[in-house]
């Protein structure tokens, strides 16, 4: 069975440093995997994925194999990037999504 | 404006009740899903369909149950069965056959106290 790691459950940095958090999965497949985040009083939404390798409000994430590991990070962090951000993987296209436990990032000032 | 509708917002019941928590959506996405969400245990899937009339259980599905008579609808039944049942609801939906690649549009959840 699939599952997904988050092992920072809080993660505080200051305006302007790195960011980096951590998702590992385990899956004997291959794997999709994606971000997702959710703002203070709105909905969960998709943030990146995998497959498209891009960049979405300077984050990226590169998927590691080897490691099974599929990190988020951005160079210099905001405030308004302050959110719940969740890691998720499907086995395959179109079917269920396992999340992981979530890391709530705040960025202070 | 497409998208998915949750309601309640607030939903309260009493031990012993079953209530039913609503979730439409008008994107013609084929599949749907219901996910629970606590703190520090992330989302976890309880049930799921990826066709009208047809629906899977996900990893926590005891204590409830699910319909899909129509592709709009995918309403979530919590029984007296559930013993802890106060969370925060979420439900998603996308198209099967392009994948979850492009990814799950999610409602604004119902938040279920038991009193």
């Known amino acids: 069975a699939q599952r997904v790691t988050q092992p920072e459950k809080l993660l505080s940095v200051f305006k302007g440093a790195p960011v980096e958090l951590k998702c590992n999965y385990s899956y004997s497949g291959s794997p999709e995997l994606f971000w997702y985040v959710q703002y203070s009083r709105q909905r969960l939404q998709l943030l990146l994925r995998?497959?498209s390798r891009e960049s979405i409000k300077g984050f990226t994430a590169d998927l590691n194999k080897g490691e099974t590991s599929f990190h988020l990070k951005k160079p210099f962090a905001q405030e308004e990037d302050s959110a719940m951000y969740y890691c998720?993987?499907?086995?395959?296209?179109?079917?269920?999504?396992?999340f992981g436990e979530g890391t709530q990032l705040t960025v202070n000032p | 404006d497409g998208g998915i509708t949750q309601s309640p917002k607030y939903l309260f019941r009493k031990e012993g009740q079953n209530v039913t928590l609503s979730c439409e959506q008008n994107?013609?996405?084929?599949?749907m899903y219901w996910y629970r969400q606590d703190p520090g245990q992330g989302l976890r899937l309880i049930y799921y369909?990826?066709?009208?009339?047809?629906?899977q259980k996900g990893d926590i599905a005891e204590g409830y149950s699910v319909s899909r008579e129509k592709k709009e609808s995918f309403p979530l039944t919590v029984t007296s069965a559930q013993k802890n049942p106060t969370a925060f609801y979420l439900c998603a939906s996308t198209h099967r056959g392009q994948g979850a690649g492009y990814g799950y549009t999610f409602g604004s959840g119902t938040r279920l106290t038991v009193v």
């Open positions: 995998h497959i």
């Open positions: 998720a993987l499907s086995e395959t296209s179109g079917s269920r999504l396992t």
């Open positions: 994107l013609n996405h084929d599949a």
């Open positions: 369909s990826q066709i009208v009339n047809d629906f």
